[in-house]
């Protein structure tokens, strides 16, 4: 790194200078314009800041120097002097409109304002910069895994906790109830005021889809039938170092982390490295001229081929076209090789992290990042949090592909990413197949036979439904007593389990954004409080205490998380399997079944379905009711 005495003496004698000229507080109004209108050109190039990214940092990190990305007008040329602290490795964009520097921070420094300035010949500014204590350890950054349930919710979607955020100057006209695609209300102190309900729930883990500050105005550019959108899904970020104020503000976030970790409960953030918001301010400007893949008015499309990524014979020009592409032609797709990017999102996710307290990462878009980005992404994150855990995001239902992408699989090159956990999307297709078209259940005992494709089975995160695909009460045939079967397979197979909001209480809906209804009972006025037992139905309450008796079921029994499953039985339309003490058995027909297993299966149905089984030697003979789950424990 360059350095820095030189620089930080020679820029304090220009200083002095810069200050006679422009005009302290000494010189009269007067004067200043008269300085004013005879230099106006010097005065117009002063440089200016915008924006410091990240704002704070920590001193005894495991990232240090940190680089820090200053955007503003008139940076060319510009030394940066940055008081108790060591900067260097100055670069400036050929526009002077970012700065980047490196700022390294003695272990020995206090937190407080450590302000940066930039000095160029025509003046100088300060860029703001703190030096944040690192919170405690101690009950934070906890990670999750197959001891808990996951539990989805889309923050403008949950619960309005705050109706003062509704509708800001920032961005005044953007929420609208009667419109699926604008901001709804629901907020960060809408899910904190919801935590009981979770709790009460059984669940142990929220994942909330991003809270990053998206944008203010509506987006016309992914238009849907002739209607513009806005990002109140989160996706497209606009900056990714503050919350968007629809839903709260960091202060708040971290409150929430703080209030859940009370409650027992975890926090997962989703987060997105692939690409940004198409109205982020580095689509028109970006800090260097290879930020994204190509620029708006000229990019590569987005293939969606993801499997040429795991096939052994692809050109590399094919691979690149999805590596590459904008998604929707639109969202601009971050070049991760350009190591001033790499340093920027690692520094990011560490940043939420530490400002948080939160416990685990959403990643989105995974196969569509290079593999060796997200082994310098993991290594950083398990680094300075080594319990931090991370689930991506490979939206495919081909064990081959989820395969490929295992942290522990040595892709091309010998690159291991490390990541944690991935989706078990391969499960719930056929999860879809028998509970609502029909389709025979032994469909699911085949697809988990592809378990030995993996390393590890147990990193998976099995579900029934989430924000992408239509709700499983919103496909054609779906029943509740199909949704009950569905979910006593996501909450007792291997694997961490994931519930999509709603789902619990049977809530329907097709194809995004109808599969992101508002949780009834989350806004006042609601004519219906689903958050209470009173405000459900019969059939939704039903559903819910299904889903509630399984979790406290698994939470009363580490089999059901931990022991190793056995199948016992498995015909077109019954399935019977054991982990450990406990038995689950499923009829997927329409009439009842009687089915004869190896081994003792003793205990009681917690589910209320089945009558205890008859035990006859080394053989147990169960009899199922009709479209019905039963969860034997001893
Ligand atoms: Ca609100
Ligand atoms: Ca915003
Ligand atoms: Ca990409």
């Known amino acids: 790194m360059r350095l820095v005495e030189g620089e930080m003496r020679d820029g304090a004698m220009r200083g002095r200078a810069s200050r006679r000229g422009v005009g302290g507080g000494s010189l009269g109004l007067g004067v200043v314009l008269a300085l004013a209108s005879l230099a106006p050109t010097a005065s117009a190039q002063a440089p200016t800041v915008e ?73 100088s500014v300060k860029a703001p910069f703190t030096i944040s204590a690192q919170l405690p350890v101690m009950g934070r950054f906890q990670g999750f895994g197959v001891d808990d349930v996951v539990y989805l919710l889309m923050p403008d979607r949950f619960a309005n906790g705050d109706t003062t955020n509704d509708r800001t100057p920032k961005s005044p006209n953007i929420l609208d109830r ?34 990053y500050d ?63 918001g198409p109205y982020h301010p580095w689509v028109k400007d970006a800090p260097t001229p290879t930020w994204f893949h190509g620029t708006q008015a000229r990019h590569p499309d987005n293939t969606w081929q993801t499997w040429t990524l795991a096939n052994p014979y692809a050109a590399d020009t094919l691979r ?70 991370v689930v991506g995001e490979v939206f495919d239902g081909d064990p081959a592909m989820i395969r490929f992408f295992e942290g ?6 010998g690159v291991k990413t490390g990541v944690d956990y991935l989706f078990d ?42 924000h992408d695909v239509s709700r499983f009460m919103g496909e054609k045939g779906a029943t509740t007593d199909g949704l009950k079967l569905a979910f006593t397979t996501v909450l007792t197979t291997r694997g961490t389990p994931l519930v999509y909001y709603g789902d619990e209480i049977a809530i329907p809906g097709g194809p995004d954004p109808d599969n992101r209804r508002d949780f009834p009972g989350g806004w006042t006025g609601d004519a219906r409080d689903a958050f209470e037992a009173s405000g459900r139905t019969a059939e939704q309450q039903a559903v819910w205490q299904h889903v509630h008796t399984l979790l406290r079921t698994r939470a009363a029994q580490p089999d059901l998380r931990r022991a190793r499953t056995e199948h016992l039985a498995v015909t077109e339309q019954q399935f019977v399997f054991r982990r450990g003490a406990v ?45 019905a789950s039963c969860v034997f424990v001893p």
């Open 51 to 123: 924006k410091v990214e990240p704002p704070n940092w920590w001193a005894n990190h495991s990232i240090n120097p940190v680089r820090v990305l200053i955007r503003g007008r008139h940076l060319a040329g510009a030394r940066v002097e940055c008081p108790r602290l060591a900067c260097g490795a100055v670069k400036v964009n050929a526009q002077g409109t970012y700065a980047f520097v490196d700022v390294r921070i003695a272990p020995s420094t206090r937190p407080g304002d450590y302000p940066l300035t930039l000095r160029t010949t025509s003046g």
């Open 178 to 211: 009667t419109k699926a695609r604008y901001y709804h209300g629901g907020d960060l102190a809408g899910v904190r005021q919801k935590l009981p309900y979770l709790k009460q729930l059984g669940i142990t883990a929220i994942w909330m889809n991003p809270i």
């Open 214 to 276: 998206n944008n203010d105005g509506t987006d016309t550019l992914e238009v849907y039938d002739k209607q513009p959108t806005t990002g109140y899904h989160g996706y497209g970020a606009t900056d990714f170092y503050a919350v968007d104020e629809h839903l709260g503000t960091m202060a708040e976030f971290r409150a929430l982390v703080d209030d859940a970790h009370k409650a027992g409960i975890k926090v997962v953030l989703d987060m997105v490295a692939n690409h940004s």
């Open 320 to 389: 690149r076209a999805t590596l590459d592409g904008w998604f929707i032609n639109i969202l601009p797709d971050l070049n991760q090789d350009d190591p001033e990017v790499s340093r920027y999102i690692i520094q990011n996710t560490l940043w939420w992290v530490g400002m948080s307290g939160m416990d685990g990462i959403r990643q989105d878009t995974w196969p569509y990042v290079p593999v060796k980005f997200w082994r310098d992404w993991m290594g950083a994150i398990k680094k300075q949090y080594p319990t931090l855990r």
């Open 408 to 413: 522990t699989n040595s892709t091309p090159g």
């Open 425 to 466: 999307f391969p499960l719930y297709y056929p999860i879809r197949d028998a509970f609502i078209n029909g389709k025979p259940i032994k469909g699911i005992a085949q697809m988990l036979m592809r378990d030995h494709l993996y390393d590890k089975p147990d990193a998976l995160m099995p579900f029934l439904g989430l």
């Open 583 to 627: 038995v689950v058995a499923m009829n997927n027909d329409s009439t009842a079944a009687t089915i004869t297993v190896p081994g003792a299966v003793r205990g009681t149905d917690v589910l209320g379905a089945c009558a205890a089984a008859e035990i006859s030697g080394a053989r147990s003979t169960l009899r199922l009711p009709a479209r």
